[in-house]
């Protein structure tokens, strides 16, 4: 079994940057034209890593955009990293809260927001109990937005005597739900266990009943553009449509 430094490793820089170089195509949707000098500079970036990441992971990209577009605030949440990205989702939602509110606040025309993996998904959270959010574009970049059903490496590192078929006994218990990856866990062949365990996924999916479901449907309609990126050559989310 691999050791936590060496899962760390895999997670924090090998798969950050390969999809940093996929992504840097798509900036254009966010960072339009070069703005003449009288004009406003670029609206800032945020960006939010995922499971075992941290700030370091993105370098590469908060460099890029530096060097092509001069000017433009870009700011990699410094959160829950490594095994804190562990930490139940809600709770992490709260502390992004607390660190996106005062960027929003100098930025009245808006930010733009890039979400890595699980990072995705808090984000997505974050744009639903976000009354006031003025994010203009939000990019999820290889984030398990419908739930993650694969066994990878780090779900065997986390869960080293379960594999996928019998996860769901782990995830869909009071105790599983303190993990943020049973807080996505989204098993097909049980989903009546999901649909009554789950305490994140199905509810910002609408799947679940709750008093909330309509404010956040209209908070997070809110945004402006909405990306979506993944492949089947991801490796880590499965199935990769999700």
């Keep these: ?133 003025n994010v203009d574009s939000f990019i999820s970049l290889s984030s398990p937005q419908m739930g993650q059903y694969g066994d990878t490496d780090y779900l065997k590192w986390l869960f080293p005597t379960s594999m996928r078929s019998n996860l769901y006994r782990i995830c869909y218990s009071p105790w599983g739900q303190e993990f943020s990856i049973c807080n996505y866990w989204h098993d097909p062949h049980h989903d009546d266990l999901y649909l009554n365990a789950s305490s994140f996924l199905a509810l910002i999916n609408g799947e679940r009943d709750h008093p909330n479901a309509t404010v956040w449907r209209k908070n997070f309609l809110r945004v402006g553009h909405l990306v979506l990126i993944g492949g089947p050559d991801d490796g880590v989310i499965t199935p990769w449509q999700s």
């Design 1 to 133: 079994m691999k050791s936590c430094g060496s899962m760390l490793g895999l997670w924090g820089q090998r798969l950050p940057a390969a999809w940093v170089l996929l992504l840097l195509p798509f900036l254009p949707l966010l960072l339009l034209a070069a703005p003449a000098p009288h004009r406003e500079s670029y609206k800032p970036v945020i960006v939010v890593h995922g499971l075992f990441d941290s700030s370091y992971s993105f370098r590469h990209l908060l460099e890029y955009i530096n060097e092509t577009h001069p000017g433009t605030v870009v700011t990699v949440l410094d959160l829950f990293d490594g095994r804190e990205s562990l930490r139940p989702l809600w709770e992490q939602v709260q502390g992004f809260r607390e660190a996106v509110v005062p960027i929003m606040a100098k930025a009245p025309q808006g930010v733009h927001l890039i979400c890595y993996s699980q990072g995705g998904l808090v984000c997505r959270a974050l744009l639903s109990v976000m009354d006031d959010h």
